[in-house]
Structure formats: C-alpha cells, structure tokens
C-alpha cells in the first residue's frame, strides 16, 4: 500500500472580541430566543478592527506548527482556504509565508467558501501521496464580519470570524485519510454569493450604495441544498475508504446551523453523540469551521489514535466536500 498523509498539528485562533446574541439584539429586530432555537448559535467572535484573515491565519498556523513539532523552514507547502483575503492579491498563503519566515515554497490559496479547508486538505495529501511535498500547512480562515450586513437579520445572525490550522505528514499505510469525496455545482451561485467587487461587478459608488460587496443569502434554498448535500458526501466518503456508518467513531460538521447538523446526523445514520458541535460558540466561520471544531474536539478527548472519522462540508458555489481519517499513524 502506498503511504499516506495525516494531520500531525492542529492550531486555532479566536479574536479577543465576542458578540452575543443579545448584543445583537440591540443592532437588529431579533432575539437571543430566536436566534437560538433557529441557529443554535449563543455567541460569536468578530476580528479587531487591525485583524484582516492572514492575521488570524498567523495565529492558528503558529499553534499548529508548534504542536506538530516543527518550524516553519520545514514546511513544503502552504495552503489557505479563505473567501475572505486581505485583498485579491497576492493571496493570503503568500502573506502568510512571509510572515512565518517559511523558505520560498508552494504558497496557493483555495476559494471555496465554507468547503475551502476540506479541499485544502485534498490537495495537500495528493502532494505529500505523489512525493511533491513532505510537511504541508493547510489554514482555514475567514473574517465573514468585514462582509457582513449588520443591517439584515436573516444573514448578520449567523456568521463569525475564526481561523483553524493544520499540519500534514506523511502516514503509514490504513492511517491518517482514507478517502475524499469533493463536488460543486454552479448552478447554486444565486442563492449563496457576494455580487460586487469582481470583474463582472467591479467596485462603485453604485454597487457600495446597493449594498452589494455584502454576501447575500436565499435562507431556505440554502437550507435544502445543505441538509440534502453533506449527508450524500459524508456517504460517498465512507464508500470510497470501504466504510460504513456504523464504523464512524467521530464527525466534525461543518458549523453552519445545529437544525442542519441534527438533520445530517439522521440522514448519515450517525447518532449525534459521535457529532463535534461549537456553532453556539463561534457561529459560522466558514474555512474555519471544520479546522477549529477539530482543534477543539482533540483538546477534549473526544478524537482517540485510531479513531475513524469524517469531515464534511458545504459552502456557496455551491461546493460540497467530505473526508474520512484514521487518527493518527504518522510515518
């Protein structure tokens, strides 16, 4: 069997700032009762008016590189998940190079939203699987607060700025990923998007007055689309490693909604027991979802070495993503 890739280090980073549901109550028309029964989501942190995402990027690649035992002149490649970078170029994964003083190495920057870490993963085991890459630094991260209209309630609810870290190593044969599962389909980009500040919209006072460089969310279409899609791509994931559901010793969701995260769990055939869940902490941080629930989940004692587990995603595109993994067995 040819040798694999698994996650060796894991890092997080939180701004300092937290904004709670009745916080947000005194912005919009809403309630902490109402957000919670809708989303689940009690609080949320919003980046410092000086953090842009490398910033947090920074921050959770440290711990990561720190926990993996490594410094950043042995890291291969580095991979951002963002749909929010400092700027459109260069790309957030080049900034963040610099700043960790890594050598001249692969510096690429995925874009697709709330699924960028699930395919930043994929991309990192197929370049330590071909022999491209030995140490591989996959961030998620993502300031949804700076794209956000506090204005709409149906939106500004939902989302918080977060970032979550990876380090990838080579994995003895049946460790480490198992399987990945990935998918997108344009045909979902009206219902989940942000219209302005690209070459079909680029930046104007018509666009800023129209209040179109906010994303834009049709809630109920999106709804659909996520309780249907991330059960079929977590199953699809298992089929590829030869796996069942009952084989699943853990899940880290995607921390969108808990109603689509208990509508998951029923569909996939996992009891929600096996389920991580912090979207009543954080919210939806979009790449940063899956990586920090993961650091999060491991601190807790809730991932064991040879544990089964599955990471499933889904995101505006529409992209979907899902991997399997057993824990541990670094080369």
């Known amino acids: 069997m040819e040798t694999g890739s698994t996650i060796v280090g894991l890092g997080r980073y939180a701004p300092e700032r937290t904004l709670a549901n009745h916080d947000l109550a005194r912005m919009v028309d809403t309630t902490d009762g109402w957000i919670r029964r809708h989303t689940g989501i009690e609080e949320r942190r919003i980046a410092a008016a ?54 001249s190495i692969g510096c690429l920057d995925v874009s697709c939203a709330c699924s960028s870490f699930v395919y930043g993963l994929s991309v990192a085991h197929g370049a330590i699987v071909s022999g491209q890459a030995d140490t591989v630094l996959v961030v998620g991260t993502d300031t949804l607060s700076r794209i956000t209209n506090w204005r709409d309630r149906s939106t500004c609810v939902l989302f918080g700025d977060a970032a979550g870290a990876a380090v990838l190593r080579p994995a003895k044969p049946g460790s480490g990923f198992l399987s990945f599962a990935l998918g997108g389909s344009g045909q979902g980009r009206h219902h989940l998007h942000l219209k302005a500040g690209g070459s079909r919209h680029p930046a104007s006072h018509e666009t800023v007055a129209r209040g179109e460089h906010f994303l834009w969310m049709n809630g109920p279409e999106v709804y659909k689309f996520a309780v249907q ?30 109603r689509i995260i208990h509508s998951v769990s029923a569909r996939l055939g996992v009891p929600m027991e096996k389920f991580f869940v912090n979207v009543q902490r954080y919210g939806n941080t979009s790449a940063a979802s899956i990586p920090v629930a993961l650091y999060e989940a491991v601190g807790a004692g809730r991932v064991s070495p040879g544990d089964v587990g599955v990471m499933v995603a889904f995101g505006a595109g529409y992209t979907w993503g899902a991997c399997t993994i057993r824990w541990g067995g670094a080369a």
Do not use: K, W
Request: with cysteine.
């Open 229 to 258: 899609t991330m059960p079929r791509a977590a199953a699809d994931a298992l089929r590829r490693a030869r796996l069942a559901p009952d084989d699943v010793d853990f899940v880290i969701p995607h921390q969108a909604n808990l």
């Open 50 to 103: 000086h953090e842009a995402s490398s910033d947090l990027a920074y921050g959770a690649a440290r711990e990561a590189l720190e926990a993996a035992g490594t410094g950043p002149s042995d890291v291969d490649l580095i991979i951002v998940g963002t749909a929010t970078p400092d700027m459109p170029f260069p790309n957030v994964s080049c900034l963040l190079q610099d700043r960790l003083g890594a050598r």
